[in-house]
Structures are given as C-alpha cells and as structure tokens.
C-alpha cells in the first residue's frame, strides 16, 4: 500500500528515489494538486506577485517554474520591503542560484520570524528544487507580512504524503497540512460584523422580505445595463464570472474597462477569478471598501457576496 503510494506520487511530480536515501520529503497527494481551492490559491499569488513586479516589466506564470533561481524573490523583497542586497542579477548556474537564494532566504527569514511549525516549510534547497509546496508556503507568508490586508483565498487545505525512505524501506502517511486559514478570529467578531452588516441581517428575513430587496437591487442592475443590450434575470448566478460586474462599475463609475485588462469570456475559475477579483479593486480604488469580500465567494456563486457588493452599488447610485 506504501509502496503504491509512493510509486504514484514519484510518477506525478518525477521524483527521483535516489534523492530521497536518509531523507524526509513532503509531496502534494496527486488528487490535491487537482483542488480548485489550491488552484484558486496559487493563482491569487500569481497575480500578487505580477502586480507588485509590473514596474520591474517581470511577469511570473508559473510558480514552480519561474522562483527556484531567486530572480523573482530578489525584486519582490526589493519592492516591498526596500531591500537592496548584494547579488548578481542574473544567476545561471546552480551554485550561483542556491547562493543568491540563501542570502534572500537569510534576509526574509528576518522579516517572516522563525517558522512555528517543527517541521522546516521552506529552505534554499526546496524553494530552488521548485518545490510547490514550499513556495505556497513562503509567499503566502511574505502576504501576511508584507500585505496582511491582501485576500488570498481563505481555509486552503491539501493532502500532503510525508514520506521517509531508509535501506529497511519506505514510511510514508498522508496528513492534512494548512496553506490559509480562515481568518475569522471568533465567533464575537463574526457577529459583530453581522450585526453591523445589513445584507447579513436581511439575509435571517423571510423569503418574501428577501426577494422584494433582490427585485429592486435588479431592477437597479438592469436599468443601468439596458443601453449596453445587456439583461440580468439570475442574480445568484450571472455575476460569477465577473464580467457584468465590471459592465456595471465602468457604467456606473463613468470609465471605460479595456477588454485586455479582463476576460470577457472567460472559461475556467482562474479567468473568472481574475475578473471578479479587478472588479472588487476597481471599487476600492473609487471608495467603496469592499476588502471584507472575499472574490472566491462572488466566483462561488454565494449569494450573501454578491448581494453586499450590489448593495454598495445600489446605494450610491440609486438616486442618481
């Protein structure tokens, strides 16, 4: 049964059975690479990370592909924290690459605090052997320090195989691991946030009460949309993907979206994600805080999501 497992996970990501003598690995199960919480979560930083490097012309698709030489690391420390440090630009062997990631390492470490956990999540040796899971692990808490307001997508757990091989033979079991957490602190702030939230209250209505606000809020919707051929009958469903959503602010707000800048058709979670995602910075950026929201949740199709940000909308450009 070990041995099967190990032997799928080896397939998957290519792992070579020499390199694992006297050592413990951890490797993404196969069906969590699969997660589309997962995927949702490295997309985000993807996208975090673009944003931040779009001055330095740098442009990450891959994160297991484009960090293990410290290119990338180097100007996201340099940008976010003002950190100037003493390395080549360009490190093209591996000796160069594995010195130039220690010392970034060593810098962030710094910053980031020791890590809690007794296991290491992150080192120069698995960030630069484009370890997936070390580097989720790694910018997600660059984030949290540097960007704790960020939203990444929230309680992303994936199974993960931890794996020890030795002469007698392989040990391997399967564990839970966390990426995110939820980052609701307790069941207090919950409530007061609900208690002070009037989509949540209305939400706890009667069905009737509910669908009369629903009505008005897309009567709203279609008014401003009518001059653009565009109908919404399905409140829950059709703002999803993020495309009518951003019809509406750029109608609303006066501006003009350029269709490069999102997808207007999009076809897979990542597209829609990305969609939702720029409609909710759009609104931040006019003074509507919507960083409470998370974009997953519109994306999600959960109704309490897309209410509050239609609701923002609504009531302040329902009298104009």
């Keep these: 049964m070990e041995a099967d497992l190990f032997t799928n996970q080896k397939a998957e990501n290519a792992v070579d059975l020499e390199s694992f003598q006297g050592e413990k690995r951890k490797l993404i199960q196969p069906t969590s690479l699969k997660d589309p919480r997962l995927e949702q979560l490295k997309q985000a930083l993807i996208e975090w990370i673009n944003r931040v490097l779009k001055p330095e012309h740098i442009v990450v698709q891959s994160l297991e592909e484009d960090l293990f030489d410290g290119l990338v690391l180097h100007h996201l420390l340099s940008r976010l924290a003002g950190v100037q440090l003493a390395v080549e630009e360009m490190a093209l062997t591996s000796t160069a690459q594995t010195r130039k990631l220690k010392v970034i390492l060593d810098e962030l470490d710094k910053r980031l605090g020791p890590q809690d956990n007794a296991e290491i999540e992150w080192s120069v040796k698995l960030i630069h052997n484009k370890d997936l899971l070390a580097t989720i692990h790694l910018l997600v808490a660059m984030v949290r320090c540097f960007e704790p307001k960020l939203d990444l997508p929230q309680n992303v757990k994936i199974e993960v195989v931890h794996v020890e091989v030795s002469k007698s033979g392989i040990k391997s079991n399967v564990r839970v691991e966390v990426l995110t957490e939820d980052r609701n602190t307790g069941e207090d702030s919950v409530s007061n946030t609900e208690r002070d939230d009037p989509i949540e209250q209305l939400l706890k209505l009667e069905a009737h009460k509910v669908n009369t606000v629903k009505k008005a809020i897309l009567h709203f919707v279609n008014q401003n949309m009518s001059n653009m051929g565009l109908q919404v009958s399905d409140m829950d469903n059709q703002f999803s993907d993020g495309v009518i959503l951003l019809l509406l602010i750029g109608q609303l707000e006066g ?4 269709l490069c800048d999102f997808n207007l058709t999009p076809v897979n979670p990542s597209e829609m994600l990305h969609n939702v995602t720029l409609a909710l910075d759009l ?19 959960d109704v309490a999501a897309t209410l509050k940000v239609l609701y923002t909308l609504f009531k302040k450009h329902k009298g104009k």
């Design 283 to 301: 609104l931040n950026d006019t003074g509507l805080q919507m960083s409470n929201i998370n974009p997953q949740d519109i994306v999600s199709q």
């Design 255 to 258: 501006f003009f979206i350029p």
